[in-house]
Each structure stands twice: as C-alpha cells, then as structure tokens.
C-alpha cells in the first residue's frame, strides 16, 4: 500500500477494459487469447487481484474497495457478459470469485454490488444447458455464480434476487446442471428459501413437462439413493445401508 500498489492494479485493470486498439500479437505464453486486444493482460490481472484479495488482509481489500474495485469489475463481467469465447469465461470466473470475497463479510460493498450485479449474476446462471460439458469454462463460471449468492446476494441484495425471478432461474439450473454441481445449488436454495417469501416462488414453479419443484426433489432424492446401492422393497422400506454409512458406523 505504501508503493500505491492498488492504486496501480485498478488503473492497470481499467486500462485492460478499454476498446481502443491495441497491438498485442498474442503470440507468447503470457499473452496466449490476446491477440490484437488487452484480454491477456485482463486476465493476469484480474488473477492478481485475486490473489490479493485471496490473503484476507482487510486493510488491503477496503483499500481496493475505496479505489472502485468493485465498480470496475461489474465493468469487467458486463463487457464479456454474451461471451463463449476460453479466455474472457476465465476472466468472468475469477471476477466472480473476487467479488465473492470481498463482498461476503461486508453489507456496504453488497449494496455496491446492487441491482446491477444481481442482474449480471442472473444472466449467468441461465446459461443452456448444452454449454455445461462443452469444456470452454461454463462449469466453472456456473459454480463461481453459485458461491456468489451466497456471497454477494444473501440477506443484502436477496430482495432483488427474488425479485428478479431468481428462484425460479435456480431451479431451472437444479433441473439441468450435472450431479456434481447439485448440491451447491440445492445449499443456495436453502438459504434463500428460509426467507418466507421466497417460498412461493419455488410452490409455483414449473420444470420440464410441468413438473414441480417437489417432483424434481424427489427425482433427485432418489437419483442419490440409487448412486448410494440404496435398496428397497415394495413397502419402499430401506433394505441395504448405504455404503458410507456401514463406513462411519463401524
């Protein structure tokens, strides 16, 4: 902070969101995606700012904050926000993670976050379902928008995410996301759903053939009991334990 570090990674990181031209051939490793543009030099920087924010060191980050940080990368996922291209997904990813860290403790920045970046964090998790597997980062970028209800939208900014049909958007993703990603999605309901008004939302909602949120959870209830070996008979009474659980009783 002395060397007027963060003041330096925010103007290096608004520099790296201008349009202008600029002359980067993208032909080394560091600048591997950013040919003709200042991605390369993004996306380094948005990993920096991570790792800085990463230490916990409060002082750093209210400095960064103080600097606009949080404004700047609402900047970052509103440019590449239509993007299917590895490197900006990368760069979403690890902008999300940021904005996640900085504001889970601190009510102030989740209001900086505010109306725009709900609408941003919304426009990401109703990403199609086919780009979950397609390798390009979606995954990634799905899981980072995850942690970031709990982090940027809980309690501060949940009035606007369920405003903004933002349960439904979560059940839609519950629906269609892969097994492994399940339970993160059914932990930020959880926290959403003990909001009372946020229960209507999920009674009204409507799946594929019109399935409701009570037959998707049973769907998934029993998806799990079958990759457990769970067994039962007609009376639906369990005849085998499972696996995991012979583990920790024994």
Known sequence: MRGHGNTRLIMLLEWACLDCDYGGHGNSFFGEGGYQTRRAQLRYTIRV??????????????????????????????????????????????????????????SHRKATFGDEGVDLLLQFLSLDSEKFSSGLGYHKLLLSSVNAIWCCVSFMNQDLFLERGGIPILLDLLEKCPPSMQNLVLGALLDLTEDARAVPHVVTWRGTGQKTAVSLLIELWRAEEHAMGVKRDRNHIMLTQPHHFKERSS
Request: glycine share 6%; hydrophobic share 45%.
């Open 49 to 106: 700012l991570l790792a800085v924010v990463r230490t916990g060191n409060e002082n750093v980050i209210q400095d960064l904050c103080d600097q606009g940080l949080i404004g700047s990368l609402l900047v970052v996922l509103k440019k590449y926000k239509d993007t299917d291209v590895p490197i900006e997904l990368s760069i979403l990813s690890n902008t999300l993670l940021i904005l996640s860290v900085v504001c889970e403790t601190d």
